[in-house]
């Protein structure tokens, strides 16, 4: 099984609808983030949550909204779909320790919003 | 502002070697991560440098210069499977240390 998992792997909508992009992980990390990916950019940071009582906004938090139930589960919603929230969508964990701890990654959400 | 710059594309023979270059202009730096990203799929990390100098991990090296904010990958004995786009990121004192990516750099590799 993968170490973090998310779910779904595709999705197509409609605009305006409300969507839950979900990601669970079994590595035991305290770190959690959403990042989408757009071809020609780099990966960029939407929300991050240090704990379960901790969210902190990222570069483009704007138009989404997150949950972290526990420590093994961090939640992405778009609230109202909009078409330029189409991408692929990375969840990733990292753990707390020294400064080299890299950020371990989901398999990714095809998102296409019509 | 931040910024991370890499060639979009690089193309090189099965067996030889390859450089990806990443440069950078940031507030505050705490470190270099390399990631390696097959079309379709996760991101996996490779190197991490945080120190001048270069670190190697077999095939793969990545070197850091902190004074001329810049830094490179080298890949050795090139093998198909080196196919990818390599993802260059800085962490970031000023944005509660996350991490800032540039576009990638697609590697092909030919035969």
Redesign the interface.
Known sequence: DAD?TQTPRNRITKTGKRIMLECSQTKGHDRMYWYRQDP??????IY?SFDVKDI?K?EISDGYSVSRQAQAKFSLSLESAIPNQTALY?CATSDSGP??Q???????TRLSIL | GQNIDQPTEMTATEGAIVQINCTYQTSGFNGLFWYQQHAGEAPTFLSYNVLDGLEEKGRFSSFLSRSKGYSYLLLKELQMKDSASYLCAVRVMDSNYQLIWGAGTKLIIKP
């Not at chain 1, 890299?102 to 990714?108: E, T």
Request: glycine content about 30%; aromatic content about 16%.
């Open positions: 973090v020609g950019l780099g990966l960029r940071l991050y902190n990222g990375f400064g080299d890299p950020q371990h990654f989901g398999d990714g």
